[in-house]
């Protein structure tokens, strides 16, 4: 499966971060209802693990929050390469949201 890989910067707490960051996903189902299905999501600290179907494909990965960063890592299915930079920027836009201080 095709690797997904970003890397977020923020200048808020990693305490306020990871807040706010576990409110993502949730978030992305909540307003792609008809697209994402069986969301499962983990937390271990400052780690999450996800999975989750959208439009009936597989995705899994994790979430890291750092002191001045979150590390997005994935897993994508072969079919959805053709829209990987669609996805990327989707996630970085809406993860920069969450994180941008105000």
């Known amino acids: 499966m095709p690797k ?7 200048s808020l707490t ?6 706010r960051i576990k409110t993502f996903l949730p ?3 909540e307003q792609n209802s008809d697209k994402i299905k069986d969301l499962e999501e983990s937390w271990n600290g400052n780690t999450g ?3 989750f179907k959208i439009s009936g494909f597989k995705v ?5 929050v750092g002191e001045n960063f979150v ?6 299915p072969f079919v959805a390469l053709l829209f990987r930079s669609t996805i990327e920027e989707t996630i970085r836009t ?3 949201e969450l994180l941008e201080k105000k």
Do not use: V, Y
């Open 27 to 29: 978030q992305l189902k």
């Open 14 to 19: 990693k305490d306020e971060a990871l807040t």
């Open 71 to 76: 590390l997005i890592n994935g897993e994508l």
């Open 49 to 51: 693990e996800f999975k």
């Open 94 to 96: 809406k993860a920069m």
């Open 4 to 10: 997904l890989e970003i890397n977020i910067p923020h």
């Open 60 to 64: 899994s990965g994790t979430l890291q």
